[in-house]
């Protein structure tokens, strides 16, 4: 593992695809039937074993980007986005035919001014084997922290993991203790329920957060679970608090797909 790591990645977004985030695991689910579910890096499931879950970092992320269609991928999921769009010309709607290829390469590294990101729909509460081997529940522990500065801390635990398993995946070290990760605010929001791609609903506590870091990383990264599906991905931002936002009923939301 190296001291600082150069990554590839890339947005495409498709502007005349209409899509708001509790649509996003049926365009996840659209957009792998039409290569019959044949390319892991779509999905991270063994395509020979049925509910065989591939445990890696996601390499292709689906999202609601401004209000429409988008993909996000990483490294050798450029090449695989890029020659699935130019192989499946044919079978695509027109809807997404058109996209926006924004591609970007990080210098991922540790530096001594922090940077603010804003994280999106972020889903930290779950249940996970710690290092002893007994599980425990991010959310148990969540409703037994009493003050604001219990509460922030264990966000920054959450988020600190997540970072440094991003991190091990690009084959980026992080030196001991040297990563620096502070919760400057956050909000949390129980979301209405989300269909998903075999016709079931789920719903979420996510949050919205702002923190800051001594580490650079990608653009549009995703952090946490769900993160394939639209969930905790994040933007560079130049303020420690979150934007002021109008809250909308999702009923409002959702657009009729034209896919």
Not at 64 to 83: C, K, R, T, Y
Not at 145 to 157: C, G, P, S, V, Y
Request: proline fraction near 4%; charge should be positive; glycine fraction near 6%.
């Amino acid at each position: 593992m190296a001291m600082a790591e150069i990554v590839s990645s890339v947005l495409v977004k498709f502007p005349n695809a209409p899509l708001q985030r509790q649509q996003v695991d049926i365009f996840r689910g659209f957009i792998n039937e039409v290569n019959e579910w044949k390319n892991d890096l779509f999905h991270n499931h063994k395509i020979d074993s049925i509910n065989g879950v591939i445990y890696r970092y996601p390499l292709i992320q689906f999202r609601a980007f401004e209000d429409a269609a988008a993909i996000w991928a990483l490294q050798e999921g450029v090449g695989a986005l890029s020659q699935y769009l130019h192989q499946h010309s044919d079978n695509l709607p027109d809807t997404l035919l058109r996209y926006e290829w924004s591609p970007q390469k990080t210098i991922i590294e540790l530096e001594e001014k922090h940077r603010f990101y804003h994280l999106r729909n972020w889903l930290p509460f779950n249940k996970y084997r710690s290092f002893n081997g007994t599980t425990k529940d991010n959310w148990a522990e969540w409703k037994q922290a009493i003050t604001l500065r219990e509460k922030t801390t264990l966000l920054e635990r959450i988020l600190t993991g997540q970072i440094l398993d991003f991190c091990k995946n690009v084959g980026f070290r992080v030196p001991d203790k040297a990563l620096i990760v502070e919760v400057t605010d956050f909000k949390i929001i129980t979301q209405d329920k989300y269909p998903t791609s075999n016709g079931s609903s789920l719903s979420f506590k996510v949050v919205n957060l702002c923190y800051r870091t001594n580490l650079i990383l990608p653009e549009f990264i995703g952090l946490g679970k769900g993160k394939s599906k639209g969930f905790g991905w994040q933007t560079s931002s130049q303020y420690h608090t979150l934007p002021i936002f109008r809250t909308r009923h999702s009923e409002n939301l959702l657009f009729e797909f034209n896919f």
